[in-house]
């Protein structure tokens, strides 16, 4: 309040000094005065000495765009420009007293950073160089007051540490680290702009990548130089994987074809395709276990769960053809190689709960065994005489051929596979789903 009243006086004061012809009125704006002003102001100006002792600069991220975010690389590119802001009094013109002439008709003078001090601002976790920003192209609008204003543009690319472990419903936090080289946090203090610590305003979307949450912050690490501090900005930008494209060629593909390992004991044994499809089924599984490979940082320390996914189908795949080979084996062993008692048990059991029930379904599933007996050499499987039935026409005894433990031993493992791959499969998908709608 006291300051407002001050000012008002100082204003009346200079009102009627310039009234009465004390201070030379101020002229409108002109070419030949803005010149005048810059041969005043500037005449001993030295750029390499700071305003004050201490400089405070306002700083603004402008983000236009996410151009590339490379989580194999770990890598963030991103376009925008920083806003800074800081007060050089060297530059002030509303003193009329200072000056030869009334310059208060210019609103702004322009220069550039050969004529003006700045901060040397560092990206210190910046990939293609460590350099200090700069731009002449761009020029620094000063206020009457001696504030400077300044917008240099730039590509960042950052390195950015990827968590990979729920890709590809992943999110990203990476973060662009802003440092004051050479000047300690006793010359200059980087503070955030508190109306706008990053805007995006101008940003446009990027087609793989979802902006989620900006911030900005001056905790976290601090750069030191033996006992002297700098002082340091950090930019956080969260993105977020649009996860369509991995879904419909990634994730449904490999769903499907996980059912197909199943399928593969449900090919009859004669047909001669059981371990080529099992083979098949194995070598797609391992392409696509290629490509994820080829998209996750091989120096991540978080596993992804779609990779400990494909690697249980994988394994999944690589039982399937070997039990697919044992059951073969089991098919074509002939009657002369005893069948151990605690397998006839197993298999009277099973037979009349997984292929039939009762008497008929017996009799028809044994008449359509596709089974080639004289080739073989194999006795066509019969109810033995002495089959008893109950009063529901139940079979209690059959005669067990090898014919019949393999497909018993198809059946169930069809059933375990199906059970436990569509298990698997949900826990795997919900997982992701839950992450991307809560993270």
Same mark, same amino acid.
């Given at each position: 309040?006291?300051?407002?009243?001050?000012?008002?006086?100082?204003?009346?004061?200079?009102?009627?000094?310039?009234?009465?012809?004390?201070?030379?009125?101020?002229?409108?704006y002109?070419?030949?005065?803005?010149t005048s002003?810059r041969?005043?102001?500037?005449?001993?100006?030295?750029?390499?000495?700071? =305003?004050?002792?201490?400089?405070?600069?306002?700083?603004?991220?402008?983000?236009?765009?996410?151009?590339?975010l490379?989580?194999?690389?770990?890598?963030?590119?991103?376009?925008?420009?920083?806003?800074m802001?800081?007060?050089?009094n060297r530059?002030?013109?509303t003193? =009329?007293?200072k000056?030869?002439?009334?310059?208060?008709?210019?609103?702004?003078?322009f220069?550039?950073?050969?004529?003006?001090w700045?901060?040397?601002l560092?990206?210190?976790n910046?990939?293609?160089?460590i350099?200090?920003?700069?731009?002449?192209?761009?020029?620094?609008r000063?206020?009457?007051?001696?504030?400077i204003?300044?917008? =240099?543009?730039?590509?960042?690319?950052v390195?950015?540490?990827?968590?990979?472990?729920?890709?590809?419903?992943?999110?990203?936090?990476?973060?662009?680290?802003?440092?004051?080289?050479?000047?300690?946090?006793?010359?200059?203090?980087?503070?955030?702009?508190?109306?706008?610590?990053?805007?995006?305003?101008?940003?446009?979307?990027?087609?793989?990548?979802?902006?989620?949450s900006?911030?900005?912050?001056?905790?976290?690490?601090?750069?030191?130089?033996?006992i002297?501090?700098?002082?340091?900005?950090?930019?956080?930008i969260?993105?977020?994987?649009?996860?369509?494209?991995?879904?419909?060629?990634?994730?449904l593909?490999?769903s499907?074809?996980?059912?197909?390992?199943a399928?593969?004991?449900?090919?009859?044994v004669?047909s001669?395709?059981?371990?080529?499809?099992s083979?098949?089924v194995?070598?797609?599984?391992?392409?696509?276990?290629?490509?994820?490979?080829?998209e996750?940082?091989?120096?991540?320390v978080?596993?992804?769960?779609?990779?400990?996914y494909?690697?249980f189908?994988?394994?999944?795949g690589?039982?399937?053809?070997?039990?697919?080979?044992?059951i073969?084996?089991?098919?074509?062993?002939?009657?002369?190689?005893?069948?151990?008692?605690?397998?006839?048990?197993i298999?009277?059991q099973?037979?009349?709960?997984?292929?039939?029930?009762?008497?008929?379904r017996v009799?028809?599933?044994?008449?359509?065994? =596709?089974?080639?007996?004289k080739?073989?050499?194999i006795?066509?499987?019969?109810?033995?005489?002495?089959?008893?039935?109950?009063?529901?026409?139940e079979?209690?005894?059959?005669?067990?051929?090898?014919?019949?433990?393999?497909?018993i031993?198809?059946k169930?493992?069809?059933?375990?596979?199906?059970?436990?791959?569509?298990i698997?499969?949900?826990?795997?998908?919900?997982?992701?789903?839950?992450?991307?709608?809560?993270?």
């Amino acid at each position: 309040m006291v300051f407002k009243c001050f000012r008002n006086i100082i204003m009346i004061l200079l009102l009627l000094l310039t009234k009465f012809g004390l201070i030379p009125a101020s002229d409108d704006y002109s070419t030949s005065l803005e010149t005048s002003l810059r041969d005043e102001i500037f005449d001993d100006y030295v750029v390499q000495q700071r =305003p004050n002792e201490t400089i405070f600069i306002m700083i603004t991220l402008n983000l236009l765009t996410v151009n590339n975010l490379d989580i194999k690389k770990q890598e963030l590119t991103v376009s925008g420009h920083l806003s800074m802001t800081w007060d050089d009094n060297r530059l002030n013109w509303t003193d =009329p007293l200072k000056f030869s002439a009334n310059f208060t008709s210019i609103q702004y003078l322009f220069s550039s950073e050969t004529y003006v001090w700045k901060p040397t601002l560092v990206i210190k976790n910046s990939i293609r160089d460590i350099g200090v920003i700069t731009d002449h192209s761009i020029p620094m609008r000063i206020s009457q007051t001696g504030r400077i204003f300044w917008n =240099p543009p730039g590509i960042y690319k950052v390195s950015c540490k990827s968590d990979i472990t729920y890709y590809p419903f992943d999110t990203q936090d990476c973060i662009i680290k802003l440092i004051s080289w050479a000047y300690t946090t006793g010359e200059v203090i980087l503070r955030i702009n508190q109306n706008k610590a990053v805007d995006i305003s101008d940003y446009t979307e990027n087609g793989e990548w979802e902006l989620i949450s900006t911030s900005a912050s001056t905790d976290g690490e601090q750069v030191t130089d033996g006992i002297t501090g700098f002082s340091s900005l950090f930019f956080s930008i969260k993105l977020r994987r649009r996860p369509i494209f991995h879904i419909i060629n990634s994730i449904l593909p490999m769903s499907l074809m996980a059912v197909l390992i199943a399928v593969v004991f449900k090919l009859p044994v004669d047909s001669g395709e059981k371990t080529g499809f099992s083979l098949t089924v194995l070598l797609a599984y391992g392409v696509y276990l290629t490509m994820i490979s080829d998209e996750i940082p091989s120096t991540s320390v978080s596993t992804s769960y779609l990779s400990l996914y494909l690697v249980f189908i994988l394994t999944l795949g690589v039982l399937a053809i070997l039990l697919t080979i044992v059951i073969q084996r089991i098919h074509f062993k002939t009657e002369d190689e005893e069948i151990p008692e605690w397998i006839q048990r197993i298999t009277k059991q099973c037979y009349t709960k997984m292929l039939g029930k009762n008497t008929k379904r017996v009799h028809s599933d044994l008449k359509s065994q =596709p089974i080639n007996f004289k080739r073989h050499s194999i006795a066509p499987i019969q109810l033995n005489e002495t089959t008893e039935k109950n009063n529901s026409g139940e079979v209690s005894d059959i005669k067990v051929t090898w014919q019949i433990v393999a497909r018993i031993l198809d059946k169930a493992f069809f059933y375990v596979y199906i059970i436990l791959i569509s298990i698997i499969t949900f826990i795997f998908i919900l997982t992701l789903v839950i992450h991307y709608y809560t993270a």
